[in-house]
């Protein structure tokens, strides 16, 4: 995820899946296995949170040599994830494509339409940015897909994350900037709503991240779009806060990066004084964000 209004901040995303795994690790009525690959993926995934992508990529290695030996084809989906966002926080984004495309194929074999979901929207995320226009009007296609999908199966976290992907690739959307800039605004408010339905503070916040980057690139473009209220400041204060309360510190870093950044151009000296702050809070919380703060 990046600030657009500042390129350089960008920080590792994740399925936010922990509290079930949590759940599984500790099943007693599970087999050994069973609650060790879970616990791989915790691990994983509280990696990826820190920033730690090594470290994230060897445990769901881990986590998902074990789903493959147990025939756990929603924990081989889900692992596969966190992999996928571990080579995109690295971009390594086509050595992710053509990962996405072999177990895409399987999944399908296999008709699993919730599994093939979740490729579909790994494979939108992965050509978002990056990786050409030609490949992000691909993504396009893969995140509505992805996203019909999720819609019949009632799934709303998944149906806010394809929302969030579309977002994002709407960011970077040639043509009328009014009509882009418009679509990301409504795909994040929609998010919103359905990250908030279902107490996910985390997904919540990253949807408010969103509806602040699409009113930010609406008025760097001078485009006119319907803005939400409180404009751009109150979702990226918001995000913060949600980020806050979720315990999601690198990502609250990440915002409050981007909230400076955004200032630059409309009051420099809030812009260096919010700089300051966020380049602490960083080093505090020990995140990559740091750099982006100092420039």
Known sequence: MASDGGERAATATSDNLGESYSARSKDKSLSPKEREAALYFITAENHLHEEQADLSLQNAEEALTRFRQLGDEVGVIDTMRIIIHVYIFKDRRKEANKMVKDELQRIRDGKDSRGEGKMLLSLAEVNTE??????????????????????????????????ICLLNINMKWRGDKSVSCQAALDAALEARSLMKAIGDRRGEALACHGIAVSQIRAEVNGAVIRGSPGGWEAAADESVQLFREAKQHKMEAFEKVCI???????????????AQEAMQFCQEKKSRQESAALG
């Not at 995140?143 to 199966?153: C, G, P, T, Y």
């Not at 400076?260 to 919010?274: D, I, M, S, T, Y």
């Open 130 to 163: 990056r990786r050409g226009y030609k490949n992000r009007e691909d993504a396009k296609s893969y995140a509505m897909e992805a996203l019909e999908i999720f819609r019949k199966e009632g799934d709303r976290k998944f149906q806010a994350y394809s929302l």
């Open 260 to 274: 400076a950044q955004w200032n630059l151009g409309r009051n420099p000296r809030k812009a260096r004084r919010l």
